[in-house]
């Protein structure tokens, strides 16, 4: 039972972190707005009374949540090793695959780098530091000897992190977390402290956490939500972001309704959701001097997804930008991939190409090494097509289709029907936020046209020279 005299000391401690909390925000420059100051002082008042608690933070991407976690963190280390004199264990979890963990250990250590001096000098606290790694983070009080650590770790079902003892615990992209590794292994590392769990995320249009899911939908007095209209309130560059990101991706977008306005809902369906639409991108274009075009010269770029036996290898050019233009297509079934290899190179050799993007992931390498050593002229990207890169280059084909910056040849051809028919059948499918295409089910259904299209997209607009051109606007937060 907790007396009115402790009562009243741990409102005073709640009050003095929150001011420290302030302090360090203005010490960086990043003064929270009130929908963050909100679910940080949630966080302070629960873990200072180490309780157990459990809270949830469901924000629209790119409205600062992470920010607003990252001076939490770095305020309840300072205040446990120089105010309460405690020692002070942090762990931080999200998928190994994601960008999550990688921004999250950037901005610590940008923060520390900022705050070493202000702590130093206000607290007597030795030393704001990393390890050996990025992933370990510490606060330290040599003369006390006291240290508060905050460690990065994978939330990912085959990660090894079991033995841990923490006393707060933050999932970040809670969304993507695997469910059965929060409950079997990171949960319990708190049961021993009273530690505060928070799991911080955003809504997906598929649902892989359902623990997440079921609790943000529950609602109550633990789940703090801030879709993107409330943040745009606080924020007028967010605001002009979100404006811009709805005429981008279309207010009635999927993922936009998920990821801004914070709508839970599944999207089965086609690729090309808008049929007569993409019917009527093909275009009577004849690249200038036939196949080759030398003046003016035209940057032409293609992308292959090999493939052997029932499959479709298949290779797409483009040329141009806004609107990109399929130049030709060439495809074949049952030939060996060496021989692909060589038949490839002076197909593209004939037609100009600079440039070749091959997935190397199953069969890829090979060939891939192959043309490297017998068309060294062309320039050659290997592209891991792992879930993240499938997801960019899905969702750029996609805007590039949906604002009609593409187009297809009108001229009627084999290959050309087998383009259409696999575009037009191909189905979305979401794993968490992240867009995959797949061929419907059935023994004649294939989608290497697409795969092999948006991988061409993707090489022509975004990577030149092994260099990112062209990225999305992102406000600063």
Request: aromatic share 10%.
């Amino acid at each position: 039972m907790i007396t009115p005299a402790l009562a009243t000391d741990h409102v005073n401690h709640v009050q003095r972190c929150r001011d420290l909390r302030e302090a360090v925000a203005y010490e960086v420059n990043r003064d929270l707005y009130e929908y963050q100051e909100k679910f940080s002082d949630a966080i302070i008042e629960a873990q200072l009374e180490m309780k157990g608690d459990e809270l949830f933070s469901l924000m629209a991407r790119q409205c600062g949540k992470t920010e607003s976690v990252v001076l939490t963190l770095i305020t309840l280390c300072v205040y446990h090793v120089a105010i309460l004199r405690r020692p002070f264990s942090v762990g931080v979890f999200a998928p190994a695959q994601s960008q999550a963990i990688e921004v999250f250990r950037m901005r610590l250590r940008e923060r520390f780098d900022q705050l070493e001096p202000f702590i130093r000098a206000w607290f007597g606290v030795t030393s704001l530091r990393s390890g050996r790694t990025t992933s370990l983070f510490y606060i330290t009080d040599l003369k006390n000897d006291l240290e508060a650590r905050i460690r990065c770790m994978s939330s990912d079902k085959a990660a090894n992190i079991k033995g841990e003892t923490l006393d707060l615990i933050l999932i970040e992209q809670a969304e993507d977390a695997d469910e059965s590794k929060l409950k079997a292994d990171i949960f319990p590392m708190a049961a021993a402290t009273g530690g505060v769990r928070v799991l911080n995320g955003t809504s997906t249009v598929s649902i892989l956490n359902h623990y997440f899911y079921k609790a943000c939908i529950g609602g109550g007095d633990n789940v703090y939500v801030v879709d993107c209209h409330q943040a745009g309130r606080y924020n007028p560059t967010y605001a002009a972001f979100i404006e811009k990101e709805r005429e981008r991706l279309g207010a009635d977008n999927p993922e936009f309704k998920a990821q801004y306005e914070l709508t839970w809902e599944a999207v089965p369906g086609k690729f090309i959701m808008d049929r007569p639409a993409f019917i009527a991108l093909e275009e009577n274009y004849t690249p200038a001097a036939g196949l080759l075009r030398d003046n003016p010269p035209l940057r032409r770029t293609a992308a292959w997804d090999p493939a052997r036996g029932g499959d479709y290898s298949w290779v797409t050019v483009v040329e141009g930008e806004n609107p990109i233009h399929i130049v030709d297509w060439w495809y074949t079934q049952g030939m060996n991939l060496e021989d692909q290899a060589h038949e490839v190179g002076r197909w593209l050799s004939a037609r100009g190409v600079k440039k070749l993007a091959i997935g190397v992931i199953g069969l890829g390498q090979g060939p891939a090494d192959i043309f490297h050593n017998h068309f060294p002229h062309i320039s050659l990207e290997r592209v891991e097509e792992n879930l993240t890169q499938q997801d960019v280059m899905f969702k750029l084909l996609e805007q590039e289709i949906i604002n009609k910056r593409l187009r297809y040849p009108a001229r009627e051809t084999p290959a050309k029907q087998l383009f259409l028919e696999q575009m037009l059948r191909a189905g979305r499918r979401y794993v968490g936020n992240k867009l995959t295409v797949e061929a419907p089910l059935g023994s004649g259904s294939h989608d290497d046209a697409v795969d092999s299209l948006s991988m061409a997209v993707w090489a022509h607009l975004m990577r030149r020279g092994g260099i990112i051109a062209r990225s999305p606007h992102r406000p600063k937060l």
